[in-house]
């Protein structure tokens, strides 16, 4: 069994690699060619672009559970089921992400046929594209609802034991509410200005706490034994 300090490092580090590859791999790379108006010869023609950036978004996915996993650690012994919660939630967002993957690697198979037939039957390869696009766009809109799920779990256990301060907690709890608002009134086509950034600001400051400062030595002192 790890201890505490190395637990807290891991998953802040976990934080922030999540975010960054994300970040990275979804807007600077996949993104950018799917959105574009002509998409369907954009994805074939970047193909290694839209791969990696798949990739690095698998990788946020992954570390969703380590973070889950090692946070099981820590939390279990005061909060037995919020922390199983937690690993769920988190689990059925890496199941969402990996879903919404699978969209940008259909899209290459679709968008080098398309190349191939010339544009011929131009309808059925854009009614097929747009399939594609709204399965990803649904998936990622299953991927914020349990995002938000397991943050308001982590964050309400967080801010409970004080293994971190609480303003943190309540800067996270805030956060996964503006998320949870912004991905509902994507649903009913709702414009809403996107500050998902606050979560986003919350996750990597939580990150670099962890690695600088770690978990509350007091809480953890007073935490039940086993």
Sequence with gaps: MMNTKTIARIVGACFLISNFTFILGAF????PALSAPNYLTLVSENKPQV???VLLELMNAVAYIGIAVLMYQVLRKRFASGAIWYVAFRTIEFVMQTIADL?????LTLSAAYIKGGGAEVSSFQTAGTLLLAQRFWAFQMVSVTL???A?????????SQLIPRFI???GLVGAAIVLINALADW?????PNLGVLMLANELFLGV???VKGFNTTAIAAEPAH
Excluded: C, D, N, R
């Excluded at 969209?103 to 899209?107: F, H, K, V």
């Design 28 to 31: 600077a790379l996949v993104e």
């Design 51 to 53: 791969i990696l950036g």
């Design 103 to 107: 969209s940008p690697l259909a899209m």
């Design 148 to 150: 938000v799920l397991g």
């Design 152 to 160: 308001l779990t982590l964050y309400a256990m967080l801010y409970k």
């Design 169 to 171: 907690s309540i800067w």
């Design 188 to 192: 009913f086509g709702v414009i809403l």
């Design 209 to 211: 706490w962890l690695i």
